[in-house]
């Protein structure tokens, strides 16, 4: 038995040795980076890439200024929206794979994963072909009658981005509600069944409690990425859309503001860690009712 045990352990000892040195140095990386970032933040901008002396005025400056919370809260509504949408969506989905697809369940999820095979950047020119002034919605409606010019809604507003980013991220939340969903032990539904719960019922007093925690992972994989998103409002989006991840982006380029930048970039990902906190609490809670 010792021996059995021994000569399994051995295989998982020799991995972890053989990835060390890689995730060490990946790890060292990423520490590197995240500290030149926090640095940065706190440099004065004197034309320089890495500024001079220390301050507190790319803060002050994001916590005071009206255009600068403007866009921070604007970020935080598109991407709440956004994860709204996409989770909301994304159970159905989910619940047939899980439940009834039957022998459909590898072509849909082989076509729920399709999108991952091109680029992210060509599903929004995608979508920026259909809703532009003369794209395919607008030239539906005028061949359908329905208008009788093109309609400047589709295209340039933040339902635009809500839209694009909902598709672009829709796998992200449809795969770990799937996982939450398989592992409900199915006999919990007989005993529901059983006890003259009726299939709705059975739904959402067993179903989606015992789903919350994929919920919730698909809820913060989706908001993570979509709150520092740039491309989406930068080509769909139009000036009314502008996210903090645009304003990161210029700060870095056309600006060449690193320690502004730096500032936002440390507010993102500052957001971003207090929504995984929350996250994580949820989760606990709901599985320790």
């Avoid at 969506?89 to 619940?95: G, N």
């Avoid at 794979?97 to 459909?104: C, E, I, Y």
């Avoid at 009658?145 to 589709?154: A, C, I, R, W």
């Avoid at 809820?219 to 000036?239: E, K, N, R």
């Amino acid at each position: 038995m010792a021996s059995s045990t021994a000569s399994a352990m051995r295989p998982t000892g020799f991995s972890a040795a053989m990835l060390a040195p890689g995730l060490l140095v990946t790890c060292l990386f990423i520490l590197a980076a995240l500290g030149l970032l926090v640095f940065l933040a706190f440099r004065h901008n004197d034309g320089s890439l890495l500024g001079s002396g220390l301050t507190i005025e790319n803060f002050i400056t994001l916590a005071t200024d009206p255009l600068y919370i403007r866009i921070i809260l604007r970020s935080l509504l598109i991407a709440g929206v956004v994860t709204c949408v996409t989770v909301i969506t994304a159970y159905p989905v989910a619940y047939y794979l899980s439940f009834h697809a039957g022998k459909h369940r590898r072509l849909i999820l082989f076509l729920v994963t399709l999108p991952f095979w091109t680029s992210y950047l060509l599903r929004v020119f995608a979508w920026k072909i259909v809703l532009a002034f003369n794209g395919v919605l607008n030239s539906a409606l005028l061949g359908g009658g329905l208008v009788s010019e093109p309609t400047t809604l589709f295209i340039n507003t933040p339902y635009a981005v809500v839209v694009t980013l909902a598709h672009a991220y829709a796998p992200f939340a449809i795969l770990p509600i799937l996982v939450s969903l398989d592992v409900i032990p199915r006999n919990l539904l007989e005993a529901a069944a059983d006890l003259g719960a009726k299939p709705f019922t059975a739904l959402l007093r067993v179903t989606i409690p015992n789903s919350m925690p994929g919920v919730l992972a698909g809820a913060v994989v989706v908001f993570v990425p979509t709150v520092g998103d740039y491309v989406t409002p930068a080509l769909v989006g139009g000036p009314d859309s502008t996210m903090i991840g645009s304003l990161i982006q210029a700060q870095f380029g056309k600006a060449q503001d690193w320690p502004f930048g730096s500032a936002l970039a440390v507010l993102v990902m500052l957001t971003v860690l207090l929504v995984m906190l929350l996250a994580r609490r949820a989760s606990k809670s709901w599985s320790a009712a």
